[in-house]
């Protein structure tokens, strides 16, 4: 059997075997976001914890919403015997603390200490100053660009979180 055509015109690089034709700004922005999953296991091994420990501390620090082991476990992809093993080691380690929730008096939130905030905002430091030279170097006009560039892609990403299935065996039926 024969394999399907190729769609890049034999011209694959990278792992996502962009075309030619692929913007540079596209090319750009997907190396971000491969650079930004390489920082997570960057931070673990400043912090000395594991990447899935540092993962977990990251939703926590930057959701708007007060977080459960539940949610938590969803938003990591694992089982919530993984996920209740993954808090109680958060727990023990001083990174994280069980507190009531505050919508909900019968569930659990989950909150960073202060401790572990200050340590991955130092950890953080020498990177949130370069993205801050590098946002300084920008006219306002292009900062203002950049930002409304950057809130969309943010959305499409996340439409894309949102609809994808639920079951990883299950494939969409809109390819």
């Known amino acids: 059997m024969e394999p399907p055509p190729s769609t890049t015109g034999g011209a694959r690089r990278g792992p996502y075997g962009e075309a030619p034709s692929t913007s540079e700004t596209a090319r750009a922005l997907r190396e971000v976001i491969r650079a930004a999953g390489d920082t997570r296991g960057a931070l673990a091994r400043r912090l000395g914890i594991g990447a899935t420990d540092a993962a977990a501390i990251d939703h926590l620090v930057s959701s708007p919403d007060a977080l459960g082991p539940v949610e938590l ?103």
């Not at 969803?74 to 727990?91: F, K, Q």
């Open 73 to 175: 476990g969803n938003r990591l992809g694992i089982r919530s015997a993984s996920a209740t093993t993954l808090v109680d080691r958060l727990v023990r380690a001083g990174h994280v603390e069980r507190t009531p929730h505050p919508q909900d008096r019968r569930r659990l939130a989950l909150q960073v200490t202060d401790q572990a905030y200050d340590e991955v905002l130092a950890a953080l430091r020498p990177m949130l100053a370069g993205i801050e030279q590098a946002v300084a170097r920008l006219t306002p006009e292009q900062a203002a660009a950049t930002s409304a560039f950057l809130r969309e892609v943010a959305a499409v990403m996340r439409e894309y979180v949102d609809t994808a299935p639920d079951d990883p065996g299950r494939r969409s039926t809109a390819d």
